[in-house]
């Protein structure tokens, strides 16, 4: 079976673009969460979707944003983009009865 | 402010030996706990984890122990394997918010043969 998987697997963007990250969850996942993973730190939530609704938002600008689609697979996407956006981004799905994610490898985004 | 902390940013323990990895977290509504394992260029995978009911979850080498009182977890990996050099997330998540699991920043785990 696939895992998650993540496109593109990096990325290089200049300041003020915008990017499109992708995720595909397992099979019979029908919840996707997003993180952004900076250098030397943990992991911090971005947002979570079930069911094509949004169930949770972290404490990140209305800049970032994200959908998921009818076949489970989300976007999330970053509009003005700053040097500081420059990240590892994580998608993960799980069922969303049951606590723990699986995650992708992740999309690396430079900002320069 | 950081609900989940991870002190020791990185540790080294010769191969055969224990490996213990603390963890401390501030939100009392925490009621589950994970432990996850991340290569380089990989996404973090799950290692193991323990509900807020028990304070000790075994699974081969690896065992977390949770003191509820002391809001502190740890983890313990017997005996330690060069493979098991990583980093180690610590994370949380809250009956009332399952789909929002809190990490902490991690400890970099360097087992020397």
């Known amino acids: 079976d696939a895992g998650v998987t993540q496109s593109p697997t990096h990325l290089i963007k200049t300041r003020g673009q915008q990017v499109t990250l992708r995720c595909s969850p397992i099979?019979?996942?029908?919840?996707v969460s997003w993180y952004q993973q900076v250098l030397g730190q943990g992991p911090q939530f971005i947002f979570q979707?079930?069911?094509?609704?949004?169930?949770g938002r972290g404490n990140f600008p209305d800049r970032f944003s994200a959908r998921q689609f009818p076949n489970y697979s989300s976007e999330l996407n970053v509009n003005a983009l700053l040097l500081g956006d420059s990240a590892l981004y994580l998608c993960?799905?799980?069922?969303?009865?049951?606590?723990?994610?699986?995650f992708g490898s992740g999309t690396r985004l430079t900002v320069v | 402010d950081q609900q989940v902390k991870q002190n020791s940013p990185s540790l080294s323990v010769q191969e055969g030996r224990i490996s213990i990895l603390n963890c401390d977290y501030t939100?009392?509504?925490?009621?589950?706990f994970l432990w996850y394992k991340k290569y380089p260029a990989e996404g973090p995978t799950f290692l193991i984890s323990?509900?807020?009911?028990?304070d000790k979850n075994e699974d081969g080498r690896f065992t977390v122990f949770l003191n509820k009182s002391a809001k502190h977890l740890s983890l313990h990996i017997v005996p330690s394997q060069p493979g098991d050099s990583a980093v180690y997330f610590c994370?949380?998540?809250?009956?009332?918010?399952?789909?929002?699991?809190?990490f902490g920043p991690g400890t970099s785990l360097s087992v020397i043969p």
């Open positions: 993960a799905s799980n069922v969303l009865s049951q606590h723990g994610y699986t």
């Open positions: 099979s019979g996942h029908k919840s």
């Open positions: 979707y079930y069911e094509k609704e949004e169930r």
């Open positions: 939100n009392s509504m925490f009621d589950y």
């Open positions: 323990i509900s807020s009911i028990k």
């Open positions: 994370a949380a998540s809250a009956r009332t918010s399952y789909d929002k699991v809190i």
